[in-house]
């Protein structure tokens, strides 16, 4: 039949089948329909494709009275199937619903527990809940409302559930994006006590059901108060009343309005908003509620503004749950699996969640914290302090100490301070001395530790002057003992002659993930950048740590290494652990091995201080701000990486804090100590890569060895090993002569204050019976005219 309309003149078009019945509706005046399409070019559009769908073998023009006629039985037999297979669905489907009436006697979903690696239960959600059934009247309307505002605001005019929602799901699943979308108060409530929290269709369709069923069966204030006594308000809270009890020690019906609207806010992510959680999303999430409220009437704009003021300052009660083991680390692998799983499922999941944690060294840790601040609290002025332990290899974190006591709310306990940004103080100079290693310097180089002005271009503050821990300048160091002893001066010589950036590059490959070397942080920082110009936080500096502990390999944080689910199938196992390379291990070998030099460290910390671990090789860092504010020690071995900070999470400084003495590195120590106890000393140290190498050197300017001066050995990266005597030394008539002179590479005005700052040392530590340090005006002069002249530390080419 093809082939004949092929060949057959538009004249005969009207002799074929399908359209004999219809002669007189064919147009065969093209000059007409020329005209119609000319007058009506969308519309003849339009009916050409309706022809096209319902008339696909007429090449004719079809009138719009057949064409609507066609589209109207194809509706209704449409509408008829569309109703047949939605009763069908609805019988299919509700043939194994649960009653409605479960509602008011339901049971609570399983528990989920939450273990160490060994099997030790360290948290039961749900478990000791403190739930208190409320009857609607006794919950103020407050709490009512903002609930309402925010979750349901057409609660007391829908049907149950919600058209728009159904519409996003349907979106959802076209998409590929998933089934999700806005439920009704009703809806969540039967998805929370009558079905499971899976994202299927067929519960979505019994949700439905269920959900007309309720709001037919119920009133709407019945239901609202179902809702309010079954909800999840995180951890074991479940209800309104143990939410009040838990968060503010006090009855629903005496909640006020900002404390109403942050109840109402948690349901959504309870763990997110969990204001022990060592973060402060509530107070966002508090806002949305309010103004809901606001933009609803239920309350005005001034009240919601009153409000959110009252919830900034809010002081939460202290949750007394004396079963909960590492609570610090429990609520925040509780807060990963919400992000992985659900907040549903991790809080009525039935899970089991199997964790990193070796809760032997948890509790050794937290013994250790607490009683340590106890007994600096007087002298030290110290309150605040956290730990934590973690396995370089893997990443797997062993102990998380978050503060010194989680029940004392005086203290403000459970905040994490494990997690908290502060100022990291000294304790990432490792970082930017193996930037240095990496750029030809040496651990020999010579730096004079002087006092000196930094131009920081800032007009109100046109220098930037720092000083030593101790406040003392110590001449010429070479960087072994700039780093081993913490030197101030040298430090930020170094960082101005590596460069900012690549320090702070070098740090965020490491693990310091608020160093990310972008334009706007690079212009954030200056050079006090290496004594604690940008904050970083414990987690960051034991990730770093443990990336110098194996060689330069980073292994990211893990906290989880098993889920199970509720029916025995694993949801999750932690894949086995790939490491990045990301720092050279021979730069990372000598500075670990200076860290571990308790040699390096005499001029400072003398030879028993708290960074010394009796019978082991432990490389060790300190670090403390100018202020006093925070206090830390970080140190590592293949095996272990420990990382401690102190300080007050009030802001107020610390007093009588001896770097290495006092503060975090005693407990440190014994943290340390705790963990390599029977365990062989670990020589990774006496077995350098193979691209270093050992030589002696000059022990004063790190140059070959000199006749009369002292030696003393160091490693090189191979090619970076002195090749000549260091030329500070100079002889003239049989004389030894130091001449120091070093380049500003900061200047911006043609000053040299480098150079000033060693001349001015020079005059105040040596006399002229220290004859070397001044040497003769004709020596200078013809090592001037030589283009010889001496510096301490030459810049590597």
């Not at 002669?23 to 399409?37: A, E, G, I, K, N």
């Not at 979505?204 to 999840?232: A, C, P």
């Not at 944690?357 to 948890?362: A, G, K, M, R």
């Not at 997690?419 to 930037?435: C, D, F, H, N, V």
């Amino acid at each position: 039949m093809d082939e004949a309309h092929s060949e057959t003149p538009k004249e005969d078009w009207a002799k074929y089948p399908h359209v004999e019945d219809h002669p007189d509706l064919l147009t065969t005046d093209m000059s007409d329909l020329r005209s119609r399409r000319r007058h009506n070019t969308w519309g003849n559009l339009i009916h050409a494709v309706l022809q096209k769908l319902f008339f696909p073998h007429t090449r004719g023009y079809i009138s719009d009275v057949v064409l609507l006629s066609r589209i109207v039985t194809y509706a209704f037999f449409g509408l008829v199937i569309f109703i047949v297979v939605g009763f069908g669905l609805f019988l299919w489907y509700g043939r194994d619903l649960p009653s409605p009436g479960q509602l008011v006697n339901n049971d609570l979903s399983q528990s989920t527990r939450i273990y160490d690696r060994n099997g030790i239960l360290l948290y039961s959600v749900f478990q000791n809940q403190n739930r208190v059934y409320v009857n609607l009247p006794d919950i103020p309307k407050t709490v009512q409302e903002a609930t309402i505002a925010v979750e349901d605001k057409n609660f007391y005019s829908n049907q149950g559930f919600s058209i728009t929602g159904y519409v996003r799901a349907l979106l959802g699943i076209l998409t590929l994006h998933g089934i999700s979308g806005g439920s009704t108060l009703t809806q969540q409530l039967v998805k929370n006590v009558l079905l499971t929290q899976e994202q299927t269709i067929t519960r979505k369709i019994k949700e439905l059901m269920l959900s007309i069923q309720v709001d037919r069966k119920y009133s709407k204030n019945q239901i609202l108060e179902m809702y309010l006594n079954d909800v999840g308000y995180g951890g074991a809270t479940t209800g309104v009343e143990a939410a009040a009890e838990y968060y503010f020690g006090k009855h629903v019906k005496d909640l006020d309005l900002a404390q109403s609207a942050f109840i109402a806010g948690l349901p959504q992510s309870p763990t997110a908003y969990n204001p022990y959680n060592g973060q402060k999303y509530y107070l966002a999430r508090s806002q949305v509620v309010l103004q809901a409220m606001a933009d609803q009437n239920y309350i005005t704009q001034k009240a919601a503004d009153n409000a959110q003021k009252e919830v900034q300052n809010f002081s939460f009660s202290s949750a007394q749950n004396a079963d909960i083991k590492a609570p610090w680390f429990v609520l925040y692998v509780k807060q990963l699996a919400a992000a992985q799983f659900g907040e549903q499922m991790v809080e009525n999941g039935g899970l089991q969640i199997y964790t990193t944690l070796d809760y032997s060294i948890e509790k050794y840790a937290e013994d250790t914290v607490t009683k340590e601040v106890a007994a600096d609290v007087k002298p030290d002025n110290i309150h605040n302090a956290a730990a934590i332990v973690r396995d370089p290899k893997t990443g797997e974190i062993l102990a998380m100490v978050g503060n010194a006591d989680y029940f004392n709310k005086a203290i403000d306990g459970q905040y994490n301070d494990a997690m908290a940004s502060r100022q990291p103080g000294s304790s990432l100079k490792p970082i930017l001395y193996m930037t240095a290693l990496e750029k030809g310097y040496t651990a020999a180089s010579e730096v004079m530790d002087v006092k000196t002005d930094f131009p920081t271009g800032d007009p109100a503050t046109p220098t930037y002057t720092p000083v030593n821990y101790n406040g003392k300048f110590n001449g010429p160091v070479q960087l072994r003992f700039a780093l081993g002893n913490s030197l101030n001066i040298p430090a930020v010589k170094m960082l101005a002659r590596v460069g900012i950036k690549d320090f702070m590059t070098n740090a965020y490959n490491l693990g310091i993930s608020n160093w990310q070397p972008t334009d706007a942080n690079l212009k954030s920082v200056g050079l006090s950048l290496v004594l604690g110009g940008r904050e970083t936080t414990l987690l960051d500096e034991t990730t770093a740590y443990g990336t110098l502990a194996t060689g330069g390999i980073k292994y990211n944080p893990v906290f989880i290494k098993k889920v199970i689910d509720s029916k025995g199938n694993t949801l999750y196992q932690e894949p086995q652990a790939q490491g990045t390379q990301v720092a050279p291990a021979n730069a990372v070998f000598i500075i670990s091995h200076i860290l571990s030099d308790n040699n390096a460290r005499l001029l400072d910390f003398g030879a028993y201080s708290s960074l010394v671990v009796a019978g082991k090789t432990v490389s060790v860092k300190t670090g403390t701000t100018d202020s006093f504010k925070d206090n830390w020690t970080v140190g590592f071995t293949p095996s272990y990486v420990v990382g401690v900070w102190v300080g007050n999470n009030d802001g107020q400084p610390m007093s009588n804090v001896a770097s290495g003495i006092t503060g975090a590195a005693p407990i440190w120590n014994k943290i340390m100590s705790f963990v390599l106890k029977g365990k062989p000393d670990d020589t990774w140290l006496q077995h350098p890569p193979s691209d270093v190498t050992a030589m002696q050197v000059d022990a004063l300017f790190g140059g070959l060895p000199t006749a009369g001066m002292p030696t003393r050995s160091e490693y090189f990266i191979k090619g970076t090993e002195p090749t000549a005597p260091s030329p500070v030394i100079q002889q003239k008539d049989g004389k030894v002569y130091y001449i120091v002179r070093e380049d500003d590479p900061v200047s911006t005005d043609g000053q040299n204050r480098w150079q000033a700052g060693i001349d001015a040392w020079i005059k105040t530590a040596h006399s002229a019976a220290d004859y070397q340090w001044y040497p003769p005006d004709d020596l200078l002069k013809q090592l001037g005219q030589n283009n010889n002249s001496p510096t301490p530390t030459p810049t590597p080419h």
